[in-house]
C-alpha cells in the first residue's frame, strides 16, 4: 500500500502543528519519522489512522482518497509506546482480539482464527506465552503481543508510535532487530516514530527528520550524518559548535582555522556558519594560536578539551592517544582544523523540500 501525503497542514487552537508535510512512503517501505518532541510526528501518525483530521491537505493511499473514509474501514494496524493489551485476556486473546469483533458478515469462523493465531503466535516467537495474561509478561514481551495483535487483522497499513519507548537500552535493540525481520517477511508498509536516532537509523529504510511541522530532509543514516540538509538537522545530528566564518570561492575562512580539510562547496561569497560536532576538529598547538586550552578531561579513551578566545568557547573530543593530543595542556595556544562539518550561507534562502528529497536518491538497506 503507497501512502501519499500533500501539502498537509494541522493546527490545535490556532498553534501549527503540522506546515504543509509531503511525504510519500512506498508499498513495503519501512520509514522513520525522526524529530524532537512536539515537532508533529504522532499528529502526522493519528491523521494516517483517522484519529485525527487535517485543516487541509490530501491523503491518498493505493490511489483512494482516506480523509473520506472512517477510521474502522482504513485497517490499520496500531501500536502505542504503552502497550494497551487487555489485562483480563489471555495472550491468546489479546491477538484474536481485532478479527473477533468484526462485523459477523466480514468475521472469519472460530477454527479459521485459532490457526492465524497461532501462526502469528509462532512467526512473533511468543508460542510459549499464549496462555499468559499481559500482567504476567514482561515489558518486551507485551510490544511483541502488541505487534501481533496490531497485524492479526492483516492491516493495509502498520503505524508504531514510539513502540519501544517504555523499554531498557537492550530489549530495545533485541526487538529493533526482531521488528526488521518481521517487517521484511511480512512486506507490510510501516511507519514509525521515534526520538531516537540510533532506532530510526537501524530500522528505516528512509528517515524523515521532523521539525516544528516541517520536513527538514528525508535520506538514510549517511546522508543525514554527512549532509545535513539545514541548520536544525545539523544541530540535532550532533553538531553543536558553529563558528561564524566568510566564504571565498567555496572555500570557508576565519581567523585561528584551518579550513584545508574542507572540500569546497558551492555557496555564495560572504557570511556563513560552520556546525561542527565535537569529534570533528583537531586543535593544533601553535604559540600564536587564536584558542586557548582552558580544561583538558580523560575518560580513558578520549580527551575532552574546552579551547576558549574573547567571545567563545568550544568543546573538542580527541582520542587520547592521537598526535595532536599530546601537549595540549592547560594553556596552551591553538588553531583548530576542521575534519569534517557543514557550512550554511547565512545569505542564502532555504532550499525547499522538494528539491532537498531529490538531491539522495533511496538506498537499499537491511541489518
Ligand atoms: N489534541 C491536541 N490538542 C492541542 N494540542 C495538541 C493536541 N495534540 C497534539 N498537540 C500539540 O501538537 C504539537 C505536536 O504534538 P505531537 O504529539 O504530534 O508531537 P511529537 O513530535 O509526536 O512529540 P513527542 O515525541 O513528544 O510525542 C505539540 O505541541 C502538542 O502539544
Known sequence: MSIVIENMTKSFGGTSVLRGIDLTVDSG???ALLGPSGSGKTTLLKII???EWPNAGGLVVNGSDWLGLAAQDRRIGFVFQHYALFPHMSVRDNIAFGLTVRPRVERPGKAVIAARVDELLQFLQIAHLADRFPGQ?????RQRVALGRALAIEPT??????PFGALDAAVRRDLRAWL????????STTIFVTHDQEEAFELADRVVVMGDGRIEQIGDADQIHDHPATPFVARFMGATIELPVQMHSGRAEASGLDTSRLPRRALP???????????????????????????CASNGAVLRIELSDDAATVHV????????????????????RPEAGAIFSDRRAPVPVQSRQQEFPRKEKSL
Open 317 to 336: 573530543d580527541l582520542p587520547r592517544r592521537a598526535p595532536e593530543a599530546q601537549g595540549l595542556a592547560v594553556g596552551t595556544r591553538a588553531n583548530l
Open 157 to 162: 497499513v502498520l503505524l508504531l508510535d514510539e
Open 137 to 141: 509478561l514482561s515489558g518486551g514481551q
Open 49 to 51: 489512522a483517522g484519529l
Open 180 to 187: 526488521r525481520r518481521v517487517h521484511e517477511e511480512t512486506g
Open 269 to 295: 561569497d560572504g557570511p556563513a556558519t560552520l556546525f561542527l560536532r565535537p569529534t570533528e576538529i583537531v586543535p593544533v598547538a601553535d604559540p600564536g594560536g587564536r584558542w586557548q586550552v582552558v580544561r
Open 29 to 31: 517501505e519501512l520509514v
